[in-house]
């Protein structure tokens, strides 16, 4: 399972989402990515693969930084937390 958090401006909470495919949940962090790197005001809309029904709509400029993790025992273990990563 695959963790993509938002977080958006003046917003201390993350907004996040599932993905059960590595594939699915790098598609999703490109799109959000690629809307925050747009000049228009785009809007994304992403669903959680883990919670049936859970779907989130964003304004891609209220973005302030998105992270992808792995949701695993093994990924805690290997010493390697995920980390947070903003782009500016």
């Known amino acids: 399972m695959y963790i993509l958090e938002i977080t958006l401006k ?8 599932q993905k059960k495919e590595e594939s699915d949940a790098k598609a999703a962090y490109s799109q959000v990515t690629e809307a925050m790197k747009s000049a228009n005001s785009v809007t994304l809309e992403l669903t959680c693969e883990h919670q049936g029904g859970k779907t ?5 400029s209220e ?4 992270q992808l993790s792995e949701k695993s025992g093994t990924s805690a273990s290997s010493g390697k937390p995920p980390g947070f ?3 500016t």
């Open 63 to 66: 973005i302030s930084s998105v």
């Open 10 to 17: 003046g917003s201390p909470i993350a907004l996040s989402v």
């Open 85 to 87: 990563f903003a782009l």
């Open 56 to 60: 989130v709509c964003v304004l891609a």
